[in-house]
């Protein structure tokens, strides 16, 4: 056996021993994997989900609208809060309508949104979608 071919032995089971690797993590690295969030110890304001698509804050019950106009007060005020945590509230669990309305307002007021739901916190990302992106151009 030459040189050369040693070499190419060598590296063709170079090859195969970094496939089997990646084919054992092959679910972590489609899944996204395990993500890791620094939460922090207190939010700049906790807003609990209600009945009927309405949201509980400081104990008062506040229709989508009602809280994207305080979210805006708080911003003419600037005092816009860095973090905010949604949250199941003992009425009522978080619907998929509470999250869209908590991405709207993320996208609209900039803030870092953590979601706990069933016990299980969350940080949520919300993204801008193409069609909204498409009808903000023309």
């Not at 060598?10 to 090859?15: H, I």
């Not at 106009?69 to 509470?98: C, G, M, W």
Request: overall charge neutral; proline content about 2%; aromatic content about 6%.
């Amino acid at each position: 056996m030459n040189l050369r071919s040693l070499v190419v032995h060598m590296g063709g089971a170079a090859m195969l021993a970094s496939m089997l690797v990646l084919a054992g993590c092959n679910a972590n690295v489609r899944g996204g994997g395990e993500t890791t969030v620094n939460v922090p110890e207190q939010y700049g304001m906790v807003i609990g989900a209600y009945k009927d698509n309405q949201f509980l804050l400081d104990g008062a019950v506040l229709s989508a609208p009602d809280l994207e106009a305080h979210f805006r007060y708080l911003q003419e005020q600037k005092q816009l809060p860095k973090t905010v945590l949604l949250e199941d509230s003992d009425s009522a669990k978080i619907k998929n309508a509470d999250l869209e309305e908590f991405a709207n307002l993320q996208l609209s007021f900039h803030f870092t949104g953590y979601v706990k739901h069933k016990g299980k916190l969350t940080l949520m990302s919300a993204v801008e979608s193409r069609k909204a992106k498409d009808a903000g151009k023309k």
